[in-house]
């Protein structure tokens, strides 16, 4: 039997609850007292929506002094056949029995209408009546509104129960709307919340019906507010902390990203309204993520405490440390314990990182110098998943900062470099998967594109012998096809020079028909897009592709484990939502001062250290996707006559394409040196970027200091 709130009267028996259909498990003794009594306005249509998600979130606390009781009308506006009794009986039973007290009130006389004045005025009585001895505060809350309870908790009990205390968010109404409130006087907004302690509570009951019956307006706030003034004769709180604890947003987008920070989340205690429902689950696992955080930093302290270890000076640093949000996603161990690219499940948590950058250094910015950020974007990152640990991001943002004082700078360009770690919760799940490895007609087709660089492509072609023909078991899995540009009328000797790499190329086409292709030969200036282009219309739209730099040497493991990656990728589909997919693998550069490139080194162990080169996090050159993806995007550009960018406008276009482009650091593909021709470039912003990406790898930082010590560059 559903209780109907006007009908009975309330006599202190054991069994109170039971006359509740909706309830948990939790909810048993009536006579044990009770802190905090949550009351939610919601309806039949709308508990169906917000209640699963209440339960999963916010109410999901094991604190037997905390009660949580959701007021929907009597006769719910639905078909006949719509019974929903079954769905939400499992629903209440989910809930943990060491759970707080959770259940529902159905409300005589009261339909789903807005504003829920009579709903609001008959949780206020109900309350009064069945909890004026038993809870010390209520709470009256919309069913769109996030609590962050331990925070109130702790709050309220700093404070004094037994006083005339009236809590929220003040508010005097709307400008064009007259609610007859004198000077000074103010009415808590329900939306956001509206606490009245257990004094207050008792002295108002009496008073309800009559206020009800002589409302001025059909907002029930309001009409609370007045009746508590008159007589109570206490008014709302109108301290300006209360905006950020009852923290209520009047943007039109309400998300991470949108509208609120980590600064909002962590000083307040309710959030309304929230119309996405997955914003819920963001808030709780960040306030998850902050207290393992806080829990870590306690543990620490005490650790060194317990060690009796002497505190380190305090030395001042750039970094800052702040929790972040993260939505909930899931991650493949598989692939995600490298660095790899940003792809569109990222979208939201980028843009609520770019908010709270600019929030955190505007403050700074402003108190300490006369500059003012004004906006900011997100410009490249990269993430990796580490079982232990969480989630690692290292991106970069772009911003714009305006001088105060325009007549020196009027406004700036400021790019940096931001690391982020994100732990994992205890929602932590692993999913495993079977990868079948055994594809043995599925090849690997390298393109390769050439232009007078003999040496390079003749150490290139050595390399894939000594490192692909002289391996029987990658015969049927890999082949070879190169595009050569060459400006002179000198091909036909060149097919006759013993040294040509053109006549090495057509031999092991002759000996290896299967796996070496005869080199394409276009008689026309060089065009890196272009060429790359024709290369890939040898393939059908199926074949996978893997687009190689004359310039790079590799080992077959790097080769073999590419297309078992692809593979992987397109055969199992592990991202049903991405149409397409790219592996845009992240290369070793070598430094100049570097000599393991050299041929009589090709069969010499190397060393990937900081003094031999770096792994080039801006490189797009190397790229592995099937035809099919690659003409979905819009292929290789073609009329792209000068030095770079095609490899990143072909890179873009797959992010925006909405395809699952992959990054991994690949120590096994080795770019070598080369002196780049930046001189002859017209483009200013061209010539500027192909000096930077030469002079990045002219030596390593090593070098470049023994250099400068050696030749005195810099007097003392």
């Avoid at 759970?99 to 829920?116: A, E, K």
């Avoid at 078992?564 to 055969?571: A, E, N, P």
């Avoid at 550069?589 to 792994?615: K, P, W």
């Amino acid at each position: 039997m559903i209780l109907r709130i006007l009908c009975l009267s309330y006599n202190k028996q054991p069994n109170f609850y039971n006359q509740f259909l909706y309830k948990s498990k939790s909810c048993s003794s009536s006579s044990s007292t009770k802190f905090l009594t949550i009351g939610v306005i919601s309806s039949y249509e709308r508990l169906h929506t917000y209640l699963p998600i209440i339960l999963k979130t916010w109410a999901k606390i094991n604190d037997s002094s905390i009660e949580i009781i959701f007021f929907i009308e009597e006769n719910p506006r639905l078909p006949v056949s719509y019974d929903m009794d079954d769905y939400y009986i499992k629903l209440f039973s989910n809930v943990n029995e060491f759970n707080s007290c959770v259940y529902t009130v159905r409300l005589q006389h009261v339909i789903d209408q807005y504003p829920p004045q009579l709903k609001g005025f008959y949780l206020i009585k109900y309350l009064y009546l069945f909890y004026g001895r038993r809870t010390s505060w209520i709470l009256r809350l919309d069913d769109n509104a996030y609590v962050h309870i331990p925070k109130l908790i702790k709050w309220l009990k700093s404070l004094d129960e037994r006083k005339l205390l009236y809590i929220g968010q003040g508010g005097t109404g709307r400008q064009n709307e007259n609610i007859y409130f004198k000077n000074q006087q103010y009415f808590c907004m329900g939306g956001s919340g509206v606490i009245l302690s257990q004094t207050i509570l008792n002295k108002l009951g009496p008073h309800l019906d009559h206020c009800l019956q002589t409302v001025y307006t059909n907002h029930e706030d309001v009409e609370i507010g007045r009746c508590i003034i008159q007589y109570v004769h206490v008014s709302c709180t109108n301290a300006f902390d209360s905006k950020t604890y009852f923290y209520h947003h009047y943007g039109s987008k309400y998300s991470f990203g949108h509208g609120f920070t980590t600064n909002m989340i962590q000083n307040s205690f309710i959030m309304h309204p929230i119309k996405n429902l997955y914003t819920f689950y963001h808030i709780e696992v960040y306030n998850q993520r902050y207290k393992q955080q806080q829990d870590e930093k306690r543990l620490n302290s005490l650790v060194r405490q317990i060690n009796n270890v002497i505190p380190l000076p305090k030395i001042k640093s750039s970094y800052r440390s702040f929790t972040t949000f993260i939505p909930r996603i899931n991650l493949d161990l598989t692939k995600e314990l490298q660095l790899k690219s940003f792809d569109i499940k990222w979208n939201s948590y980028l843009q609520s990182i770019v908010e709270n950058c600019l929030e955190d250094l505007r403050y700074r910015w402003n108190r300490k110098t006369n500059w003012t950020l004004t906006n900011g974007t997100f410009v490249f990152g990269y993430y990796q998943s580490l079982p232990t640990k969480g989630v690692e991001l290292i991106f970069e943002m772009l911003f714009n900062v305006m001088n105060q004082q325009p007549a020196i700078h009027p406004s700036l360009f400021v790019r940096k470099r931001i690391y982020t770690k994100a732990g994992f919760t205890n929602r932590l799940k692993y999913h495993e998967i079977e990868v079948d490895d055994q594809i043995d007609n599925d090849k690997l087709n390298l393109i390769v594109v050439s232009s007078n660089k003999d040496d390079a492509l003749k150490r290139f072609i050595i390399n894939f012998k000594q490192q692909i023909l002289n391996s029987t078991p990658l015969h049927r899995i890999i082949t070879l096809t190169c595009v050569y540009f060459h400006r002179s009328e000198t091909t036909a000797t060149q097919l006759d020079d013993d040294n040509s790499p053109l006549k090495l190329i057509n031999e092991l086409a002759y000996q290896y028909p299967a796996i070496v292709h005869k080199p394409v030969i276009y008689n026309v200036s060089f065009n890196h897009g272009k060429g790359r282009q024709l290369g890939s219309r040898h393939f059908d739209k199926n074949d996978l592709l893997l687009f190689v730099d004359v310039d790079l040497v590799f080992t077959y493991d790097a080769l073999v484990n590419i297309r078992r990656f692809m593979l992987h990728q397109i055969k199992h589909k592990t991202n049903e939502l991405s149409k397409c997919t790219a592996y845009f693998p992240i290369v070793y550069s070598h430094t100049n001062n570097d000599h393991q490139c050299l041929l009589s080194h090709a069969n010499v162990e190397y060393n990937i250290t900081s003094n031999h080169g770096t792994f080039s996090i801006y490189g797009f050159g190397t790229v592995a996707t099937t035809k099919n993806d690659l003409d979905s995007v819009g292929g290789w550009e073609t009329n792209n006559t000068g030095w770079g960018v095609e490899d990143v406008n072909l890179y873009t276009r797959f992010i925006e394409a909405g395809c699952m482009v992959h990054r991994v650091a690949q120590p096994d593909l080795r770019h070598c040196f080369h002196k780049k021709m930046c001189d002859g470039i017209k483009d200013k912003k061209r010539q500027r970027m192909c000096r930077e990406a030469e002079s990045s790898l002219l030596g390593s930082h090593s070098h470049i200091y023994s250099h400068i010590v050696r030749s005195q560059l810099l007097k003392v």
